[in-house]
C-alpha cells in the first residue's frame, strides 16, 4: 500500500493523489447541452479542473441535476487539523451511572425533544429510549436518569414549562430539518425564551442533527453540539462533566 504524506493529503478517485472531486447539484436550467456547459462553466469558477459532467437529469419546470467530477490541485496538512469537540473523556454507561450517584447523590432529570416544526425523531429517540441504537443503549436504560422523551414538533414554551416542572437539570434538543435555516431560528428562540424565563443557567443546554456542530452550538449560545454518529453516554459524558464543573464553581464562590 501507497505511503500517505498526512502534510500534504488530496482527493483520491482513481489514483492516489490524483485530486479528482465528485459534486453533484441543481441549475435553474432547462436539460439540455446548454445546461452541461454551464455546469461545466460553473465548476471551473469554483477553482476546480478538467470538468467532467457524468450525470445530468431533467427535474421538470426547468431545472436540471447534475453530477460533476473534476480535479483539484489543493491539499490539506491532515496532522494540524483539530477538531472542536465537546466532552474530552467519555465514559461509559455504568461509569456514567456511577459517576452520577457519587457526585450527586439523585437521579438527574434530562429532557429530550425536536422542537417547533421538526417531526423527525429517529435521533433523539437513538439517544432516549431504552433499546438506544447500534448497540448502545439510551438513556431510559441508565438506572440514574430519569429521561423524558417529550417526542416531535414541541415548542419552545412547552419545553420551557416542561423543564420548570420537571426541575430538569437537561434539555437535548434534536433539530434535523436545516431548509432555510430554520434550525438558527429555532435554536435561537430556544435559548431566548430560557434565558427570559431565568432558566438557562439552571439546565444543560445541548443540541443535535446531522447538521450540527459543537462549535456551531456554542455560537447559538448552547453548551455543547453533537453531529452524526453520537451515542446516549457521549451526550451523558458531557453532561455529568459541565455539572460536575458548574457545582463546583459555585461551591469555590
Known amino acids: 500500500m501507497a505511503k500517505v504524506d498526512l ?10 493523489n490524483d485530486g479528482v472531486v465528485q459534486l453533484s447539484f441543481t441549475l435553474p436550467v432547462p436539460y439540455g447541452e446548454q445546461a452541461r456547459e454551464a455546469a461545466k462553466s460553473l465548476v471551473l469558477q469554483m477553482g476546480l479542473e478538467q470538468p467532467v459532467v457524468a450525470h445530468a437529469a431533467d427535474l421538470g419546470e426547468n431545472f436540471t441535476f447534475f453530477v460533476v467530477y473534476a480535479r483539484t490541485s489543493q491539499s490539506v496538512d491532515f ?3 483539530k477538531v472542536n469537540k465537546a466532552a474530552e ?16 447523590g439523585r437521579k438527574l432529570v434530562v429532557l429530550g425533544a425536536c422542537i417547533e416544526t421538526d417531526a423527525h425523531t429517529v435521533g433523539i429517540d437513538a439517544i432516549m429510549n431504552m433499546k438506544g441504537y447500534n448497540g448502545h443503549k439510551g438513556l431510559e436504560a441508565f438506572h440514574q436518569i430519569h429521561a423524558v422523551n417529550l417526542g416531535a414538533q414541541v415548542t419552545s414554551e412547552e ?29 435561537t428562540r430556544l435559548v431566548e425564551l430560557l434565558e427570559a424565563e431565568e432558566l438557562r443557567e439552571d439546565v444543560v443546554l445541548i ?28 451526550v451523558m459524558s458531557f453532561v455529568v462533566q459541565e455539572l460536575e464543573g458548574r457545582a463546583g464553581m459555585k461551591g469555590g464562590s
Open 159 to 187: 419545553l420551557t414549562a416542561k423543564a420548570r416542572t420537571l426541575r430538569a437539570d437537561a434539555l437535548l434538543v434534536s433539530q434535523v430539518v436545516t431548509q432555510k435555516n430554520i434550525h438558527l431560528t429555532n435554536l
Open 79 to 81: 496532522t494540524r487539523v
Open 207 to 234: 443540541v443535535g442533527g446531522p447538521m450540527i456542530s459543537h462549535q456551531l452550538a456554542k455560537e447559538l449560545g448552547f453548551d455543547a453540539g453533537f453531529g452524526k454518529g453520537t451515542y446516549a453516554e457521549d
Open 7 to 16: 502534510q500534504k493529503v488530496k482527493p483520491y478517485g482513481d489514483t492516489l
Open 89 to 104: 473523556t467519555s465514559l461509559s454507561k455504568e461509569e456514567i451511572d456511577q459517576f452520577i450517584a457519587e457526585h450527586f
